[in-house]
């Protein structure tokens, strides 16, 4: 790679999901260049001068907005955030149809111009998305991928740390499957401390199932109240796309296409997955209940029934 060559983060969509993951990326410092892509010209070019004028305050960064995808040229990573907004009391399968629609069009035209870059797929139902946009755009499997459920291992991380008194860091959880209804929280190898969680007395099963129904019914809640998730997807997208451009290696559950993973084959699924510059290296098997696994199994017929339903 050239010596010259700056990381350049491609947003595509300026609305409140894609602005606050080009703001978390800049605080973080996870690329020196961010564009933002959208369709509204006046909308992104002034989400991007609010975010230039505080470039100041941030590693150093720079940042553009156009309604012209060649700003997104030679991008390598694309988060693509943009599609049809989840409305209160909408599952986020009720979403598929317009937003596998908008791929059909912006993804061919997205890969024309950034062909070696990571895509990031953000948009709801992630990972029917995840699918479509991987035979859309007819990328290499490793090159497209889901945020999955790394904000909802998050979310779940969160909820047993407030739940325990400890902090949200020495716990180690995994939510895994469908980013939505069907998901399954893996209990059984879920640590803090290094100590497994049923360990603890005050996780017995009906506090486990609670926290893993306040993990599902979350995003809901947040959109009821303020018509949006965008601060803890922002930061969960955020923390991806550093992955991948520092090619760290790190393990997160994002989506992307499962081949005989425990079984699994034809989707795109949440499981632990390793990260480097090019995208996904490899799955990593966890060991499973026989609960958990059938959880898994039905994610996975849930969302492959909507990806069939469109035609993929």
């Known amino acids: 790679m050239p010596s ?25 410092g996870v690329a020196r260049r961010v564009v933002l892509y959208d369709i509204d010209g006046a909308k992104v070019r002034a989400e991007a001068l609010d975010l230039a004028h505080g470039i100041e305050f ?3 960064g720079s940042v553009e907005g156009s309604d012209d995808i060649d700003i997104c040229a030679d991008a390598d990573v694309v988060a693509v955030t943009a599609g049809a907004k ?15 629609d908008l791929m ?7 890969v024309q111009v950034a062909p070696r870059a990571v895509y990031l797929m953000v948009t709801n139902p992630v990972d029917v998305v995840t699918y479509a946009a991987l035979r859309i755009s007819g990328l290499p499997d490793h090159q497209v991928i889901g945020s999955g459920t790394v904000l909802d291992s998050s979310r779940l991380r969160y909820l047993v740390a407030s739940e325990c008194g400890v902090a949200v860091r020495n716990v180690h959880a995994y939510v895994l499957g469908e980013h939505g209804d069907s998901e399954v929280p893996i209990w059984s190898s879920a640590t803090i401390g290094g100590a497994p969680v049923a360990d603890f007395a005050i996780l017995d ?5 609670r ?3 306040e993990v599902v019914d979350s995003a809901y809640r947040i959109i009821n109240g303020k018509g949006a998730t965008n601060y803890a997807i922002g930061l969960a997208s955020a923390r991806i796309i550093q992955t991948v451009l520092r090619s760290e290696g790190a393990v997160l559950p994002v989506s992307s296409l499962l081949n005989d993973y425990l079984g699994i084959s034809d989707v795109c699924l949440s499981v632990p997955t390793v990260l480097d510059r090019s995208g996904v290296t490899r ?10 696994l059938a959880g898994l199994q039905d994610s996975a017929a849930s969302v492959r029934e909507v990806a069939r339903r469109f035609g993929f």
């Not at 209160?88 to 596998?100: F, K, V």
């Not at 799955?283 to 958990?292: K, N």
């Open 4 to 28: 010259h060559h700056v990381d350049t983060l491609a947003v595509v969509g300026a609305g409140a999901v894609g602005a606050t993951l080009a703001y978390a990326a800049l605080i973080r």
């Open 58 to 60: 941030v590693p150093m």
């Open 86 to 100: 989840q409305r209160p009391g909408q599952s986020r399968l009720d979403l598929a149809g317009h937003t596998i």
């Open 104 to 110: 059909r069009t912006i993804m061919p035209a997205l």
């Open 205 to 209: 099963a009906q506090v486990r199932d």
């Open 211 to 213: 926290l893993a129904r």
């Open 283 to 292: 799955h990593l098997p966890v060991p499973l209940t026989e609960r958990e």
